[in-house]
């Protein structure tokens, strides 16, 4: 976890977190399993606070039942593409914005998707300490090219460094499935943004995120056992052993006798009329 800030240590509590993490994987299990991607739920919640200073005012109680306002969600493949939890949740809540029009007008160019999560600095105010909670922990790298997930959370504070995604929360870290030594926390650290890790949902969180990985290898092993498109029965490589030829009958096996008796058989006079004599 990244070192606490003490104007800001009274925060929600463990259970506040874990209920929006139950959330966030409830969401995962929408997503299709399929064996490029990991299924993450995300939940994007304001924690609203009456300090001036942006400080948040809770108790911190354990018992305290959740008081946060959620303002979006996502969850892996949502959205058409091959797009994140992280990344459909920011995407939906800035389309549901009043500024929404004015910031898709400018991220017509290059860098659409970094000026849109920008814009929604102007509505993700300090006061509404906003957290950002996620199963896995957000992409450092996307093998696609496309912009990571702890980008688009940073860009929601620039030109608001008090405002934006206050703070990330997650259930597991991501294995290296994919990528290996994920740099995402020391991004958030680089940035600025508070981060932590929440145990307990561990087990859960990553059987629903490689749920289409065991699927494909369970299929695969299916094919080729003989049940898949892969696979080959016994029929198919069995060789039909070849057929023998129907006995013919040659010129030289007829003995004198028969010989000299179809010679003696009258002749069909249709075919002497169509004899011809070769040697003229």
């Known amino acids: ?13 463990t259970s506040t977190h874990l209920h929006y993490l139950r959330q966030a994987v409830s969401l995962a299990r929408l997503s299709p399993p399929k064996p490029t991607n ?35 969600t996502g969850y892996t493949l949502e959205l058409e593409g091959n797009t994140h939890a992280e990344q459909n949740a920011l995407t939906k809540l800035a389309r549901g914005s009043e500024n929404s029009e004015q910031t898709q007008e400018r991220g017509q160019g290059q860098g659409k998707e970094q000026e849109q999560n920008a814009g929604l600095g102007a509505l993700l105010t300090p006061r509404r300490n906003v957290h950002l909670y996620t199963t896995l922990e957000p992409c450092g790298l996307r093998l696609s090219g496309a912009t990571p997930c702890v980008q688009r959370i940073i860009a929601t504070r620039h030109g608001n460094p008090e405002g934006g995604i206050r703070k990330v929360i997650f259930g597991a870290r991501e294995p290296g499935t994919f990528v290996q030594d994920s740099q995402a926390l020391r991004n958030l650290d680089d940035a ?21 990985h065991h699927n494909a290898s369970a299929s695969e092993r299916a094919g080729a056992g003989g049940g898949g498109s892969r696979g080959t029965t016994a029929a198919a490589n069995t060789i039909a052993p070849a057929s023998t030829p129907a006995p013919q009958t040659r010129i030289d096996d007829i003995s004198p006798e028969e010989r000299k008796r179809q010679e003696q058989q009258p002749r069909n006079p249709k075919k002497r009329m169509m004899e011809v004599d070769l040697s003229r």
Do not use: Q, Y
Not at 1 to 13: L, Q
Not at 42 to 70: L, W
Not at 192 to 212: F, N, Y
């Open 1 to 13: 976890m990244s070192p606490p800030d003490p104007a800001r240590d009274a925060g929600p509590s």
């Open 38 to 72: 990991f299924r993450v739920g995300c939940v994007i919640v304001s924690f609203p606070t009456t300090d001036s200073s942006g400080a948040h005012t809770g108790t911190g109680n354990e018992d305290a039942p959740p008081t946060g306002e959620v303002l979006s």
């Open 192 to 212: 600025g943004v508070p981060w932590e890790h929440v145990g307990g949902l561990e087990a859960d969180i990553l059987a629903v995120a490689k749920e289409g």
